[in-house]
């Protein structure tokens, strides 16, 4: 019997499930792979926002994460926020020993209120040490713009011009999300070993975007897990774009639900219900 596949959300909760690793969860679910989770903080939040944010100690999330490596081999990790050094010191020092196939943070460092949510020392551990780490990184301008300490940009021409910096931080697949730009689409820039491609798409008037960010990484990280081990060179891009038609349909779908009074979740599960 062939085996399914595994992939590790690592991440903190959100009640409402639209985003936090219960988002991840639902996304590994609802594109087929058998999804595990790390909690690194219980949040307080619904959607309209956060109200308080309880981490979980680093000495907890290394015995969670031993103690599922000891039993579970993991195709794939999604890294989400990390908000202090002994934390990101944590999670390098395990999945080093251990390693997984594929390693994807979402490096979360702004809300989308533009208000920064990790301090200066959080914003260098995830720079200096889970950058090098992983596979494939997702940040959206802001963060982009944290991570190589210059101002945000406004035009395509400036997202191209951020690449060599974020090329230079590490990770050789770097996955850099437009939705911040104004226009009717919303384009992403995707580096790889071997150049860069635009990744189209339309823009979605909407007001269901929690979790976005969340989606798309766990997304992702599914799809490269389920590559074969002889894949060709060009599969992890490919793996990539799938994830992203994923989320357009959710983003699409995500009208047909109603869940609170902010800013809902896109619909996970729009190719199932």
Known sequence: MTRNVNVLTIAGSDPSGGAGLQGDLKTFSALGVYGTNVITAVIAQNTCGVSSVYPVSPQAIREQLETLLDDVELDAVKIGMVASQDVADVIADVLRKRRPRWIVLDPVMVAKSGDILVDDVGIRAVRDILVP??????????????????????????MEAMLPGLAQLGAPYVVLKGGHLRG?????????????EWLPASRIQT??????GCALS???????????????????????SDAKRWLHAALEA????????GRGPVHHFHAWW
């Open 207 to 212: 007001e269901n975007l929690h979790g976005t």
């Open 133 to 158: 780490l992983a596979d494939v990184i997702t940040p959206n301008l802001p963060e982009a713009a944290v991570l190589l300490d210059t101002t945000s940009p406004t035009s395509l021409d400036a």
């Open 184 to 196: 009717e689409t919303c384009p992403d820039l995707l580096a790889t070993p071997d150049g860069h």
């Open 254 to 261: 995500s009208v047909q639900l109603s869940v609170g009074k």
């Open 218 to 240: 766990s997304a992702i990280a599914a799809c490269l897990a389920k590559l074969p081990m002889d894949a060709p060179a060009q599969a992890p891009a490919a793996a990539i």
